[in-house]
């Protein structure tokens, strides 16, 4: 099963301008990966906050889960959208989650923040019902789910973060967070001509020295304690600047918690990898860093 669902999602790699609906389309969940949508993590007054999860066909009776964050500005798309990623997940025998959030139209920020930390929560409160292990959450985002991906591996705990719908007494800390192209330092970016969409989701009236713009930024948030993490990042991105991710995983290295740059998509483009690198990148990150021992090396190979 997961060798037809590789090979036919490497294919993806010569297609560098499709979009993620085509995507969506052209690349449905296996057959036999088991699909429930429309689950609710939360609820704001009538808003509910709807999840899918992906499970394979068969194996342990307790798995692993991995949240999967689409990207879209913080204000496109729907769980839908990355839904191929989490049945390709399903496919490598993890269990995964694909969710919605807020978009920036509906609330600002930190109101994505919340939703993805409450759908760890969700996951912590349900993982018996549903054969999940609470000590073993990943999550994995693109571009603005990169962005909200981070943040959950960085900020645990943080008050004006968690949020304050669905299982608040439970934690939102990950075990391990892979980050595709995000966006890691709002005061590198929010004036720049590509930084609108930032600026939208923080809200009007930003300056410099706004404190917003250190409380959704991952970089500020960075501890020993934080999510091992993966950042995958292209060095010729036009919209997320790679020196975001280096910024990131300057941060880690500070502390002394490791974080690795995977470089040879340095010249690879944000669809490509989308297809490609999620599956055997983020199964040996995720069970590395749940025991503890994490470690890959820097110059791994993504790509030939």
Request: proline content about 7%.
């Amino acid at each position: 099963m997961l060798a037809t669902w590789l090979a036919s999602s490497v294919a993806a790699q010569n297609q560098l301008g499709e979009s993620l609906p085509d995507a969506r389309l052209k690349y449905p969940p296996p057959s036999d990966v088991r699909v429930t949508r429309n689950l609710e993590y939360a609820r704001y007054g009538d808003r509910r906050m709807l999840l899918d999860l992906y499970l394979p066909p068969d194996g342990p009776a307790v798995r692993p889960v991995i949240v999967v964050v689409r990207g879209g500005g913080w204000h496109s798309g729907d769980k839908d959208g990355f839904g191929f990623i989490a049945g390709y997940l399903a496919a490598a025998g993890f269990a995964a989650v694909s969710i919605e959030y807020r978009p920036t139209e509906e609330a600002r920020f930190p109101a994505a923040v919340h939703d993805v930390k409450a759908a760890v929560r969700w996951l912590r409160a349900n993982a018996a019902q549903r054969g999940l292990d609470a000590n073993r959450i990943g999550a994995i985002g693109g571009s603005a789910g990169g962005h909200l991906v981070a943040l959950l591996g960085t900020s645990a705990g943080h008050p004006e973060l968690e949020g304050p719908r669905g299982n608040a007494e439970l934690s939102s800390r990950p075990a391990a967070v892979v980050a595709m192209a995000p966006l890691t330092d709002f005061r590198l970016t929010w004036s720049q001509p590509n930084g609108k969409d930032g600026v939208a989701f923080l809200g009007p009236g930003l300056t410099a020295d706004d404190r917003r713009l250190l409380l959704a930024s991952p970089v500020t948030h960075v501890t020993s304690t934080a999510a091992a993490l993966l950042l995958i990042h292209s060095r010729i991105d036009s919209e997320v600047p790679y020196q975001q991710s280096l910024a990131l995983k300057a941060r880690y290295d500070a502390v002394g918690r490791r974080a690795v740059a995977a470089r040879d998509t340095a010249t690879i483009p944000f669809e490509a990898w989308l297809f490609t690198c999620c599956v055997p990148i983020l199964t040996y990150i995720f069970f590395a860093a749940a025991r503890e021992n994490f470690f890959i090396s820097p110059t791994i190979t993504l790509y030939r």
